[in-house]
């Protein structure tokens, strides 16, 4: 099992990740978003990146066998090396190669969980009737997402940030020992205001619907 390197950042401006080599094809899977990478630039990936654990998994594509002879890369071994920068200073580098016969592989660099520490101005106070319709819109959307059961709110310290929204508004997550997904919806003092469950069929439409309330419902 791929050993997970534990990163973490207070408020960060920027989170970069620069390939200075990657044999055959490099690229980055951030949370749900992949991106692939070139030689020698860094790659801003903070739009992507939210509050709370952030998955970052470094990897390396090898071509299919006839592409590797024709390239000239046939017997020629993978290999990967990644520098991760957060405000333009170095926080790792990372570097894994290995042999490769046939082709069309995929193979991890490195697995980073990256924890977002986002400390709100103390100065700039939310209007606590946006607050109020904000919450009410969202408890809203979860009730009507297809398949949505509402459920009791003791759970919600098992829970993890998923979605943090303006005004400091949190939508939690959580499975429980059976694998049922879990959403608790957050308030700017942290008490939980909505918590509800989805069976197992309606997983991916699910967390579809949280992506989308997070596009509606921008964070800060």
Known sequence: MESVIKLSAVNPRSIEIRLIEGRDEAYIWVNEGYFSLVTGQKLN????????????NL??????????I??????????GRFELYIDGK???????SGGELMGSGKYTV??????????????????????K????????????????NPTHFQNVGYSTPYITLKNNI???????LVEVDHVFLIDPEGNCRFAGYVAWVRRKKFYRALQQIRNDFPGV
């Open 133 to 148: 319709k904000q919450l009410s819109s969202i408890i809203n959307r979860l009730q009507n997402i297809k398949g949505m």
């Open 110 to 131: 490195a697995k980073i969980e990256l924890n977002i520490d986002k400390k709100p101005d103390p100065d700039d106070e939310p209007d606590d009737d946006e607050i």
């Open 90 to 96: 170095l926080r790792g580098t990372y570097n894994k």
């Open 45 to 56: 990936i903070s739009s992507s990146l939210q509050e709370g654990v952030n998955l970052l």
């Open 59 to 68: 990897m390396i594509k090898t071509y299919p066998l006839k592409e590797r």
């Open 70 to 79: 024709l390239g000239g890369l046939f017997g020629q071994d993978w290999c």
């Open 170 to 176: 949190k939508i939690n997550v959580w499975k429980n």
